[in-house]
């Protein structure tokens, strides 16, 4: 089946412990995302990558960091985890930019994971 | 500064009935327009995706329109169903960027029996 599965799906944890979240995909996508969603501001971007080593600030990338090594797997790391990062996280995979941009439909889609609630005391 | 903003931000509509909401935006250059649906917790699900040229798109019971003149888009739901309660997202995409999706606020829908 495909999908992109993040992980955990909920944590809570305290200031400054460092921590990651997963997220992979098995539709073998160039472009993944991670956004965060919190009420009445939608959903904002933190970070993009376009294909694998490929990485780029979205709207919101202020104490995160991301790292492409491979297709599948796009984590986002949270060096020093602070309260105003209390948020659900959601990871996304394309095809690829050129498809996203796109719109097509089947190949322009863009596929969400299910989010992980995070919670920093 | 490109833009999506939604309306309304909640509605409340008896089990049946049909609805319809709205999305504006003033992204440029446009490229695409989609609507997602969020059930509570969970990701948005694709309900339809619409390019320049193409002015509405059926899927199911969910009948999206765009006017890409008036930069106005909208999502009317036929005979709604207790299932249909969830958030509802415009997502505008701008050509040639990286950072190419505009998300809006999302409409609230409460589908009561």
């Known amino acids: 089946e495909a999908q992109v599965t993040q992980n955990p799906r909920y944590l809570i944890t305290v200031t400054g412990k460092k921590l990651t979240v997963t997220c992979s995909q098995n539709?073998?996508?160039?472009?993944m995302s991670w956004y965060r969603q919190d009420p009445g501001l939608g959903l904002r971007q933190i970070y993009y990558?376009?294909?694998?080593?490929?990485?780029d600030k979205g709207d919101v990338p202020e104490g995160y960091k991301v790292s492409r090594k491979e297709k599948r797997n796009f984590p986002l790391i949270l060096e020093s985890p602070s309260p105003n990062q209390t948020s659900l996280y959601f990871c996304a995979s394309s095809l690829s930019p050129g498809a996203l941009a796109s719109g097509r439909a089947r190949t322009g889609e863009l596929f969400f994971g299910e989010g992980s609630r995070l919670t920093v005391l | 500064k490109n833009q999506v903003e939604q309306s309304p931000q909640s509605l409340i509509i008896l089990e049946g009935k049909n609805c319809t909401l709205q999305c504006n935006y003033t992204v440029s250059p446009f490229s695409n327009l989609r609507w997602y649906k969020q059930d509570t917790g969970r990701g948005p699900v694709s309900l339809t995706i619409m390019t320049f040229s193409e002015n509405t798109k059926s899927n199911g019971r969910y009948t999206a329109t765009l006017d890409a003149d008036t930069k106005q888009s909208s999502l009317h739901i036929t005979a709604s169903q207790l299932s249909d309660s969830a958030s509802y997202i415009c997502?505008?995409?701008?050509?040639?960027?990286?950072?190419?999706?505009?998300f809006g606020g999302g409409t609230r829908l409460m589908v009561k029996p």
């Open positions: 539709m073998n996508h160039e472009y």
């Open positions: 997502v505008v995409s701008v050509l040639n960027a990286g950072n190419m999706l505009t």
């Open positions: 990558s376009m294909n694998v080593e490929v990485t």
